[in-house]
Every structure is written in C-alpha cells, then in structure tokens.
C-alpha cells in the first residue's frame, strides 16, 4: 500500500474507534432528570454540593433519572474536597440496569478513585462503570458518599463522560495526534505532486535537448 494511503487508513480507524460514546452530561441544578436528595446541600453561589455526618452513614446525594448512556460504559467524575474524615470513607455510584445494580466506589489507595481520610484539597476523582456486553441500557444512576466515623464533604463540577474500556477515549492529546496525522498525509502529498511536476520537466528539457 502506499504511504500515504496508509496514513488516510490508519487515520479513518482511528477516528471511528475514538468517536465519543454520547455526549458529555453535567450533573447541577436544572438538568433534566437529576434530583438532589434532601440529606445534601447544594450552595448555588459557589456551586458545590455539601454534605456533613456527625456518626457513621452512608448519605444520598444525587438521583440521576435520566442519564441517557445507553448501553456503553461511562464514568462519573468531578472534584472533591473533605475534612475530618475518620475511618476509611468513600464515594459510591450504583447503577440501574434492568432492575440489577452494580455499583462503584472509590476505595483506592491513591489517585483520582483514592479513598476518604482526613482531610484534603480539591481533587479530581473519578467512579467508572463498566457496560461491555449489556444489551439494555442504563435506567438509573445513583450517587452516594459513606462516612463511617463522621466528617464533612464537598463536591464539584460533577459529570458523566463515556469511558471506552475497549479502545480509546477521544483526548486531547489523541485529537492532537490526528491533526499531526493530517498534516503529514497533506506534506507528503503535495511532496509527491511536486516531485512528479520536477520529474516530467526534466524528461521534457532532455527530450528537448536530443531533439
């Protein structure tokens, strides 16, 4: 195969493979379908979600009714911040599918699915959810945090963000590949025009010549 041809393909593929699953969903006020339960307090002006325990308890937070995801696989994520927070604790989604649950919670040790203890800034954190293989679609999200020995937590910038656990993600960095791509395939190209144009020049001035 040409070069250049095979640039276009592995371009195409590329670009099919890492089409966004559905579009990315806010969880805040005013989005069709998500509910606040009343066990948190959702402060308008800074627009961050709160939520105290004094003693052990897993808390309610969000009821998403209408996540239109489908059947593909989608993370949950946004930034927290927390303090006091005694015992290991940990944010949890559990996700409707058919009447089954399947839940996740972020009980690593480090990293944006890492537990809460203590106190801590704004993080990122993320809570993913595996679809690979369903054939009915999601129903029902729902957000909890559980805090075993009390504490106060803060939650921000919540959204729902296809995760491909296949193949993937549509990035930055990818979408920037692609472009580099692009404009290697449109140099290469013009490269071979003008090196094509050069070539019937010369064989014209030497046909001219011997003649």
Do not use: C
């Amino acid at each position: 195969m040409k070069p250049y041809l095979l640039i276009l393909a592995l371009m195409t593929t590329n670009l099919n493979a890492v089409a966004p699953a559905f579009p990315n969903r806010p969880w805040k006020a005013g989005t069709p379908g998500l509910t606040l339960l009343k066990e948190a307090h959702s402060d308008n002006a800074t627009a961050t979600i709160e939520v105290t325990a004094s003693d052990q308890a897993a808390i309610p937070l969000l009821i998403d009714a209408q996540p239109n995801v489908g059947t593909h696989s989608y993370a949950l994520r946004g930034e927290v911040k927390y303090e006091q927070v005694g015992g290991t604790g940990f944010l949890e989604t559990w996700t409707n599918v058919g009447g089954n649950k399947s839940f996740s919670r972020s009980l690593a040790d480090y990293g944006p699915m890492a537990k809460l203890a203590g106190t801590s800034a704004w993080r990122e954190f993320m809570l993913p959810m595996n679809m690979m293989g369903s054939s009915a679609p999601v129903q029902q999200i729902e957000m909890n945090v559980v805090l075993p020995n009390g504490g106060k937590v803060w939650l921000r910038n919540l959204r729902l963000e296809p995760m491909d656990f296949g193949s993937p993600v549509l990035t930055p960095t990818l979408l920037m590949t692609v472009v580099v791509v692009i404009a290697i395939m449109v140099a290469l190209l013009i490269w071979r025009s003008r090196r094509r144009r050069s070539s019937e020049t010369e064989i014209k001035r030497m046909m001219a010549a011997d003649a």
